[in-house]
C-alpha cells in the first residue's frame, strides 16, 4: 500500500464529545486531505494541508479544525460532534496539489454519533 | 461547491456485458479522473485524463474527457465479477487549491 493510515477505524460517541481522528503517512507527500463520504454526495473535501501549520477549507468544513504539526500526521478534530457528523471520513495524500500526480486515499473511519 | 452529476446511480449488468457511465459538470475542469472503491475501502485511481478529446485506456477501461472539458464517460468492456464497487469521476481545477470535485458515484453489480 502507499503508506498511509487512518485511526481509528470505527468509532462511535456521543452528541456533544469532542473527537479526533488521525492520519499518518509515511511518503513525506507535502499535501494531504480530509473527505467524508455521504450516500449521494460522493466525496465531499473538508480540510486539507499544504505543509507543516499551512491548513485550509474545503468544501464543507463548518464543525471540524485540523491540525498538521508534522509532515507525517494530520488530525481532523470534531469540536462538539453531532448526529450531521456520521460519515466515513476519508485521509488522502497528494506528493503535489495537482491530480497528475494522484490522490492515494486511506482506508477510511467509520464514525457514528449517538 | 461544485457539482458534478453521475449516470447512472446503479447498475446491474450481466457477467461480460459492457458498462458505460458518464459524468457532467457546471463547472470546466482541467484534469478529470476515473475511481474505483471497494467496499471498505477508500477509492482507487483508475484513469486520469489531462486534455480536452483524449481518450485513455488501462485494460478493459476506456475513458475520454469531454471536448466542452465538462464531462467524461467511462466504459469498461466484457465485465467481470470482480468489477463489483462504486465508480466515481473527479474533476480538479488549476485554480486555488486544485482541489479535486466527486461525482455522486455509480454502484456497479456484476451478476455472474
Known amino acids: 500500500d502507499a503508506g498511509i493510515t487512518q485511526s481509528p477505524r470505527h468509532k462511535v460517541t456521543e452528541t456533544g464529545t469532542p473527537v479526533t481522528l488521525r492520519c499518518h503517512q509515511t511518503?513525506?507527500?507535502?499535501?494531504m486531505y480530509w473527505y467524508r463520504q455521504d450516500p449521494g454526495h460522493g466525496l465531499r473535501l473538508i480540510h486539507y494541508?499544504?505543509?507543516?501549520?499551512?491548513?485550509d477549507k474545503g468544501e464543507v468544513s463548518d464543525g471540524y479544525s485540523v491540525s498538521r504539526s508534522k509532515t507525517e500526521d494530520f488530525l481532523l478534530t470534531l469540536e462538539s460532534a453531532t448526529s450531521s457528523q456520521t460519515s466515513v471520513y476519508f485521509c488522502?495524500?497528494?506528493?503535489?496539489?495537482?491530480?497528475?500526480?494522484?490522490?492515494?486515499f486511506g482506508s477510511g473511519t467509520r464514525l457514528t454519533v449517538v | 461547491g461544485q457539482q458534478l452529476n453521475q449516470s447512472p446511480q446503479s447498475m446491474f449488468i450481466q457477467e461480460g456485458e459492457d458498462v458505460s457511465m458518464n459524468c457532467t459538470s457546471s463547472?470546466?475542469?482541467?484534469?478529470w479522473l476515473w475511481y474505483k472503491q471497494d467496499p471498505g475501502e477508500g477509492p482507487v485511481l483508475l484513469i486520469a485524463?489531462?486534455?480536452?478529446?483524449e481518450l485513455t485506456s488501462n485494460g478493459r477501461l476506456t475513458a475520454q474527457f469531454g471536448i466542452t472539458r465538462k464531462d467524461s464517460f467511462l466504459n469498461i468492456s466484457a465485465s467481470i465479477p470482480s468489477d463489483v464497487g462504486i465508480y466515481f469521476c473527479?474533476?480538479?481545477?488549476?485554480?486555488?487549491?486544485?482541489?479535486?470535485?466527486f461525482g455522486t458515484g455509480t454502484r456497479l453489480t456484476v451478476i455472474p
Open positions: 494541508s499544504y505543509g507543516v501549520k499551512d491548513t
Open positions: 488522502a495524500i497528494s506528493v503535489a496539489g495537482t491530480a497528475n500526480y494522484g490522490y492515494t
Open positions: 485524463l489531462y486534455k480536452a478529446g
Open positions: 511518503e513525506n507527500h507535502r499535501y
Open positions: 463547472s470546466i475542469f482541467n484534469t
Open positions: 473527479a474533476g480538479q481545477e488549476l485554480t486555488g487549491a486544485n482541489n479535486l470535485f
